[in-house]
């Protein structure tokens, strides 16, 4: 029940959310433990919002455990994280209520009388947040005699966080374990007791000796209201985490101002510093350290030591699902076919091919193409040394994972036109139930998108969710979806001639637009140079858009051949020798291994080029070796039929190209 002098707005404000601070517990204890990839779990079944506590430093604070803390930290073996400390000190408690009986929450001089005794008794229980909320209103910690120098308004405050925190560590438990409940058995993390080693034990029995920081002084006895204002009434919490958290390493101790200087003016230093540098002191957030890192910290400014979470999150809804159902495959009502819903990035196994990417069914080749073309780009070219480039093409496990993450993060972030790059993740739960007109599919429901807003963060988010991407069950969608968010619907939307055109066309294949998002950021519906204006003659005037700079990977088309599209310098001159070829409504790769045959236009030039089609079940590696101007054509009489058609796609880029396919069966 509250207490009757407590004001609606200032309960709102003390009003934490219990499920936040849980989460906030739990994170923690993982992050202190190295769980990673248990974090990673957490963090798709129960996403990060602007509500999540972030810093340990104030998770402390808002549980009220700073002596707790401090305790723990002077013992031979301190706990790491605080909610062994927790629990430790609950089973401690436990016993010792067993074995004695408390028979006041406090020592008084012997002077007072009997009446004043059991008034301060009264007032006192219900006034001390530092020392018995959370840790249970049945055991109470000795505070010293000066605690009543507590200004009445302060008592009130820290009254109500007492009673809220019992409450919250109370429910903690109980909302957590049904909702993680089913996902700890999906996982195989049955709940059940957790066997103490026998040091932990031993120290269990120790008796500690307990040092409590003395309370801050209020300044009560000063003329006017503006300094008691700004502690006792602005925010005190506030002002103390933002206080303790940029102090340097010796105010983390227990010194928490310079030798002869009141804390109180410290703070009150620090918050109008923070003021004449336009900073919200309530939105100050910090990353949580080591203790060990706690030396550099005193040594960094104070805008290095303010840290901004770079990514947010949000599940997917049924609005966004239908725009991009319908930018995808056209309408709400359709639905992806079964080779897109089962293609994830998986590398080959064969000894010459371990760097190329397999294709299960025909389908999304364009998008397996475009990914290859990076990968390469980054296996080849991905450092400066030249040498043995060739045994680059046998890669090892971790490398060309390591390649396939820095593929996707650079196709997103260039998508995203450098500033920042949604991804989405499977959580494995719906988060949305279809109404209306949308038929569902369990793809886009089942889906958490995450906005990040700096490309390492981007880099290291997608290396730990890569197993999604190399799914066998929606990695390719994943990758596609965040694609178009990373660009936005609307702005794909923008980049067509047509803004009714799909990403995915007839028979599921990749149409132009996906496969230009992909090599270049923009959905563009055209291969040549920058924008063409078309004169109907009637005085309207159609833009159609190309592409407008040189891209990383390239592209080849056979239909240039049969003169149906012009593709520009700007895709056939990339700045790596990596060519994305469509050929007979199909995408495969084409690659060199010297960054040299790009600039050299000699007649007579020798070059070799690789192909790599992930459909074709390819067993050997194919090497093509290129002579410029040294081709036969004039000599087959017309025999055009019998020229494979990736010759057609070559001569496209060098005119006049011979190819010879080195004993490998031409592909016709």
Request: charged content about 25%; overall charge negative.
């Amino acid at each position: 029940m509250c207490a009757p002098w407590l004001d609606g707005e200032h309960f709102v404000n003390m009003a934490i959310s219990v499920a936040e601070v849980s989460s906030s517990l739990v994170r923690e204890y993982l992050s202190r433990k190295g769980l990673k990839k248990t974090i990673a779990c957490m963090d798709e079944e129960h996403p990060r919002t602007e509500a999540s506590i972030n810093n340990r430093s104030h998770l402390r604070q808002i549980l009220h455990i700073e002596a707790l803390y401090k305790r723990s930290k002077i013992e031979n073996s301190p706990f790491k994280t605080l909610l062994e400390m927790i629990v430790k000190h609950m089973i401690e408690g436990s016993n010792e209520e067993n074995t004695c009986s408390v028979s006041s929450p406090i020592e008084l001089n012997n002077t007072e009388n009997d009446m004043a005794t059991s008034v301060l008794r009264s007032h006192i229980e219900i006034t001390k947040p530092s020392q018995t909320t959370l840790l249970g209103p049945d055991k109470p910690e000795r505070v010293p005699q000066n605690q009543s120098s507590l200004s009445a308004h302060d008592q009130r405050g820290q009254a109500l966080m007492a009673s809220h925190d019992t409450e919250l560590f109370k429910s903690a438990g109980t909302e957590s374990a049904k909702r993680n409940k089913t996902s700890r058995i999906r996982r195989g993390m049955m709940p059940g007791p957790i066997a103490s080693i026998p040091e932990e034990s031993v120290k269990k029995r120790q008796i500690r000796k307990t040092e409590i920081p003395q309370p801050l002084p209020t300044n009560e006895g000063k003329s006017g209201c503006g300094n008691s204002l700004l502690v006792s009434h602005f925010d005190q919490k506030t002002i103390k985490s933002t206080f303790f958290q940029n102090s340097c390493h010796d105010c983390f101790q227990g010194s928490y101002a310079p030798e002869g200087e009141q804390p109180i003016l410290q703070m009150e230093k620090r918050v109008q510093s923070l003021a004449k540098l336009n900073l919200n002191v309530s939105e100050l957030v910090l990353d949580d350290i080591d203790d060990e890192e706690m030396q550099s910290l005193s040594k960094m400014s104070l805008n290095r030591d303010i840290t901004e979470q770079s990514w947010t999150s949000c599940p997917m809804d049924q609005r966004t699902a239908m725009e991009l159902k319908d930018v995808l495959i056209g309408s709400s009502f359709n639905c992806f076919n079964v080779e897109w819903r089962n293609q994830g990035f998986t590398f080959s196994e064969t000894d010459d091919l371990r760097y190329g990417i397999v294709q299960k069914k025909g389908g999304p080749c364009g998008v397996l193409a475009s990914v290859q073309g990076f990968v390469l780009k980054k296996m080849l070219f991905g450092t400066s040394d030249p040498s043995n480039t060739l045994n680059k093409l046998r890669p090892s496990n971790s490398t060309r994972r390591k390649c396939l993450v820095l593929a996707i993060a650079e196709i997103l972030w260039k998508a995203g036109e450098g500033k920042q790059a949604t991804v989405a993740i499977n959580s494995g739960t719906k988060h949305f139930i279809p109404v209306g007109q949308y038929k569902s599919e369990g793809v886009f429901e089942r889906m958490i998108l995450f906005t990040l807003d700096k490309r390492k963060d981007l880099e290291h988010f997608v290396d730990q969710h890569i197993e999604q991407f190399e799914s066998e069950v929606m990695g390719c969608l994943l990758f596609v979806v965040s694609a178009v968010l990373s660009r936005s619907v609307d702005k794909v939307r923008e980049d067509m001639d047509v803004p009714t055109t799909t990403l995915i066309g007839a028979h599921g294949y990749c149409t132009q637009e996906l496969v230009n998002l992909l090599l270049w950021g923009q959905a563009v519906s055209n291969v040549f140079d920058n924008d063409m204006e078309l004169d109907s003659g009637n005085g309207n005037i159609t833009l159609l858009k190309g592409i407008k700079d040189h891209c990383e990977i390239g592209f080849l088309s056979l239909f240039e051949h049969y003169n149906i599209c012009k593709v520009g310098s700007y895709l056939k001159t990339p700045h790596f020798p990596i060519w994305v070829v469509c050929s007979e409504s199909h995408f495969s790769v084409l690659f060199g291994l010297q960054r040299e045959l790009l600039i050299s236009h000699q007649k007579g030039q020798e070059f070799d080029l690789y192909y790599y089609d992930g459909l074709s079940n390819q067993q050997e590696e194919i090497r093509l070796s290129v002579c410029v101007g040294g081709s036969t054509l004039s000599c087959m009489d017309d025999a055009t039929e019998l020229i494979p058609p990736l010759e057609l796609c070559i001569r496209t880029r060098w005119k006049d190209a011979f190819v010879s396919w080195n004993d490998t069966e031409p592909i016709l």
